[in-house]
């Protein structure tokens, strides 16, 4: 069955970065668009970014833009959100997500990671 772990979150600082991973099995990894979504206390899951087949061709949300960066190794089945230049309001649970279609997600989910930016 599809299988979505995350982890690299935690605490850190307005101004910090922190590097998520999430690694998948159960499908065919290299065929699938893969997307981050987040979501924070009392507000809806949101999109935050996407990534292609190949890696070549990626998209973010306008509150991410310049300082998200989403990439992907197939090789070993996982895909990335390095996160610089964090704000207080970029503190949710963030979520891997297969299959991702435009700024929808697809049906599988991993168990997410909190980040949580803070002085």
């Known amino acids: 069955q599809v299988q979505l772990v995350e982890s690299g979150g935690g605490l850190v600082q307005p101004g910090g970065s922190l590097r998520l991973s999430c690694a998948a099995s159960g499908f065919t990894f290299s065929s699938s668009v893969m997307g981050w979504f987040r979501q924070a206390p009392g507000k809806e899951r949101e999109f935050v970014a996407r990534i292609s087949y190949s890696g070549i061709n990626t998209y973010y949300a306008d509150s991410v833009k310049g300082r998200f960066t989403i990439s992907r190794d197939n090789a070993k089945n996982t895909v990335y959100l390095q996160m610089n230049s964090l704000k207080p309001e970029d503190t949710a649970v963030y979520y891997c997500?297969?299959?991702?279609?435009?700024?929808?997600?697809?049906?599988?989910w991993g168990q997410g990671t909190q980040v949580t930016v803070s002085s």
């Open positions: 997500n297969a299959g991702t279609s435009g700024k929808v997600p697809g049906r599988s």
